[in-house]
């Protein structure tokens, strides 16, 4: 699983604390104070806005938006857990009383896009890429809902003096991942193809390369402060355009490492092993996910796929 959940699982593990007994023996050090647990969900308001929340289910997080008018939600985050969605809408009507006008997809991934009937019976509209339709409707998943009204490659909707932007950016983790831009706050919701503080998941499933990369060269060119990921940063924290920044260069160093690599002939597992990139170490999972990553390279630069 992706780093947060090994953030959220490190941070949830708990371990009883034995009373000294008595002895003659000097006493042993205190033991280490337990992190506090993370509760299963919780909704917050993004600092220095009026309208716009997380809602956080686990590891995954969704964005929304709540206007005189009307809610709009993204991502339902039910993914074989259906008490997500249910909770989701029960968070939102603690806010407002006002209905959920839209619910956005991020992209197709059943973990982010699950769950969606809570939303559809409260009257919502399902808004996400023509992509992410297609690919819907082929699966037939009964939880992953088929959207009601597609994007090209911009839509704005306008919803009680709020205007958010969804933007179709080009291929990456998906091929029809949008990116949400809330202009007036200078803030963007973008989902699994720009990991923050992290590098990307095992082996970059259901990837283009090197569209990836073109595809954040156009969200560094839109106008924005502040990213809300798809799964919480280190700490919670949203990302900054240094993080992405980052990421970028990780990307391109990764790409000309195994471009090396593979014009000598050590695709895959050669290169998986002995590829490293010691100035991304700090980044979360980078021990448990460059080799893969690696080998997502190694089938660009070797294969040309």
Known sequence: MRFWLTALALLTLSSPVFAQQPS???????????????????????????????FRYGGHQSMFVVTPEGVIATDPIAYLRPQAATTYVEEIKKITNAPIRYLIYSHHHY??????KPFK?????????????EHLARLANPDALVPDEIVDDKKTITLGGTELELLYVGRNHSDNSLVMRLP????????????????P???????WIPDWEESIKRVMDLDWDRLIPGHPG?????????????????????????????????????????????????????????SGNVERYCSHWA???
Not at 121 to 133: E, M, N, Q, S, Y
Not at 201 to 207: E, I, K, V
Request: aromatic share 8%; proline share 7%.
């Open 121 to 133: 019976d409260a009257g919502a509209t399902i808004v996400a890429h023509k992509l992410a339709k």
């Open 303 to 305: 294969r040309g796929y």
């Open 111 to 116: 973990d982010h896009i699950a769950g969606g």
């Open 184 to 199: 007036k706050e200078k803030l963007i919701f973008a989902v699994d193809f720009i990991p923050v503080g992290a590098v």
């Open 234 to 290: 280190p700490g919670g924290r949203l990302g900054t355009r240094d993080d992405v920044k980052t990421l970028q260069a990780y990307m391109q160093d990764l790409s000309d490492a195994v471009k090396t690599a593979a014009s000598q002939g050590k695709c895959w597992d050669t290169a998986m092993q002995e590829v490293k990139l010691p100035k991304y170490q700090n980044l979360a999972q980078y021990a448990q996910y460059l």
């Open 201 to 207: 998941f095992r082996n970059m499933l259901d990837s």
């Open 24 to 54: 003659a023996s000097p006493p042993a050090a205190a033991p280490a104070t337990q992190a506090p647990a993370l509760p299963p969900f919780a909704t917050t308001k993004v600092e220095g806005t009026d309208n716009v929340y997380i």
